[in-house]
């Protein structure tokens, strides 16, 4: 599945005018940075292993930056800094570390201030039957999609709780409320993801931070290489819309949740799927 198009960029990796109403710093966090930045902001499955995003609120919109967080395969990140370097900066940002994140976070806060919002995007796949599947499979996986989001929330809170505000977007999956034969490890990772949410939603909703979660289904653009038209056909019949879901539209709830317009808005967790559940 993909993901990534019409928040912070648009399809051309243009800074997109939307991101005013952050009014201050993005952060982009990818393990890698392959085939990203392209377009922008919505679901795991585009990237190999990670995303997340951190914006904050500032008094003028002027001061909107984006610090793309990327541990290897830069190129992509660069050629956007270079393009932007008074709205866009480089920081490395390895997810699956606790002292990663306080180094970025530290690193951000000292050019732009505290953090507003974090959205954690994290996805990475690694499918086989449990049977057969490796411990090491099972572990990277939830590394990858559930205990960095706890690395993420745990590291961006204490600065949220001191400002009496703040958004968290984490970004789940249909297969935690659906889950597909071969994906007991990301299944199970994205369904720690609302749990995750739920829970942490209760202990900060009285200082002002929400958190919700969003579960996108299948993406347009962004499936199996592999699969062929007919099977995209078939499994477009399974869907009521009968199409998948066009990034700028995962984008745009991921957007509403983290803006100041959600303030009531925690503990949600909000499926994208056209309609299959």
């Not at 990327?70 to 660069?78: C, L, M, N, P, Y």
């Not at 994140?101 to 954690?120: D, F, M, R, S, Y």
């Not at 199970?188 to 739920?198: E, S």
Request: hydrophobic share 45%.
């Amino acid at each position: 599945m993909r993901a990534l198009d019409g928040l912070a960029f648009d399809g051309q990796m243009e800074l997109h005018p939307a991101l005013n109403i952050f009014r201050a710093a993005i952060l982009v966090a990818l393990a890698h940075a392959k085939r990203v930045i392209q377009q922008t902001l919505a679901h795991p499955e585009l990237l190999p292993s990670s995303f997340s995003f951190c914006t904050n609120f500032s008094d003028e919109p002027e001061t909107c930056r984006v610090f793309l967080g990327v541990r290897e395969r830069r190129e992509r990140a660069q050629e956007l800094a270079g393009r932007f370097p008074e709205r866009a900066a480089l920081i490395t940002l390895e997810i699956t570390s606790p002292e990663a994140w306080k180094t970025a976070l530290a690193e951000i806060e000292a050019q732009a201030g505290p953090l507003g919002v974090l959205i954690n995007n994290a996805g990475f796949h690694e499918d086989a039957l449990l049977a057969n599947m490796a411990q090491d499979q099972w572990s990277r996986v939830l590394d990858a999609n559930l205990n960095a989001v706890f690395h993420g929330c745990q590291a961006v809170l204490p600065g949220m709780m001191r400002e009496r505000k703040g958004r968290i977007v984490n970004i789940s999956s249909l297969s935690a409320i659906s889950s597909p034969a071969g994906q007991t490890n990301y299944s199970a990772a994205k369904a720690g993801v609302i749990g995750l949410t739920q829970s942490l939603a209760k202990e900060s909703a009285r200082m002002g931070i929400t958190v919700n979660a969003v579960l996108p289904g299948y993406i347009e653009g962004g499936l199996p290489t592999d699969w062929t038209p007919e099977h995209l056909k078939a499994l477009k019949m399974q869907l009521p819309m009968r199409r998948f879901a066009k990034p700028a539209e995962i984008a745009a709830a991921v957007f509403f949740l983290a803006s100041p317009d959600a303030s009531y808005i925690t503990g949600s967790s909000l499926k994208i799927d056209g309609g299959i559940l």
